[in-house]
């Protein structure tokens, strides 16, 4: 398809477990993010590629998150050891260019439950 | 922590109504968008605005940036069931990489 794909779309984890979010930008983009939202509130940002560098990850809530994008396409997001409070949709994003108001592309997301 | 505050977070109207959504910051942002989310899928973009006391209308939606470009608001005309949604603001900030979105208005139309 033309636009931003995730997957899973759905995943449930226990306590303890690592998950890997996948996120196929739409080709050609420039920039990826990922944002965390919780249920009801507007997404929070985590990080930021632009092509294979991680320009931003200052939105990271702890080191049990990690994000790659190695050939500055497909990015995944790695959460180790989930805890409850990790339960969220994670929405990837991606734009032709970066910055000067470039407009966002949104994924569906996956939606984490942590039990 | 947002740095942009939504009001009024939850709105229930009636079919034909008019409505106004706020979004408020005490930050200065070079941009402001407005997104509409719908229920298991991202936000998508309807606008965004640039300049200081800019007002851009999209059918029956008409967006306006403050002019000190700290504040926003988004006014419906006459709703409509379809435009039922989570809205959410979100600004840019000169050398800032992400966009900041705001805490989000669910709108539900009443047929």
């Known amino acids: 398809g033309a636009g931003v794909s995730q997957s899973p779309r759905y995943k449930v984890a226990k306590r303890g477990q690592d998950v890997a979010l996948r996120c196929d930008p739409i080709s050609g983009h420039v920039s990826l993010f990922w944002y965390q939202q919780a249920l009801g509130q507007g997404p929070e940002f985590l990080t930021y590629?632009?092509?294979?560098?991680?320009?931003?990850k200052s939105g990271l809530p702890s080191d049990r998150f990690f994000a790659e994008r190695p050939e500055g396409s497909v990015s995944t997001l790695k959460i180790q050891r989930t805890q409850q409070e990790d339960s969220a949709v994670y929405l990837c994003?991606?734009?032709?260019?970066?910055?000067?108001?470039?407009?966002?592309?949104f994924g569906n997301g996956t939606r984490l439950t942590v039990t | 922590t947002q740095l942009l505050e939504q009001s009024p977070q939850f709105l229930s109207i009636q079919e034909g109504e008019n409505l106004t959504v706020y979004c408020n910051s005490s930050?200065?942002?070079?941009?402001l968008q407005w997104y509409r989310q719908e229920p298991g899928e991202g936000p998508v973009l309807l606008v965004t605005v640039v300049t200081g006391g800019e007002v851009k209308k999209l059918k029956r939606l008409t967006f306006q940036f403050g002019d000190a470009r700290k504040d926003s608001s988004l006014h419906i005309t006459a709703a409509q069931p379809g435009d039922t949604g989570l809205y959410l603001c979100a600004g840019e900030q000169t050398g800032a990489n992400n966009l900041f979105f705001g805490t989000g208005t669910r709108l539900t139309v009443i047929p």
């Open positions: 994003a991606s734009s032709f260019r970066a910055g000067d108001n470039s407009p966002l592309h």
């Open positions: 590629f632009q092509n294979e560098a991680q320009l931003d």
């Open positions: 930050s200065v942002f070079s941009s």
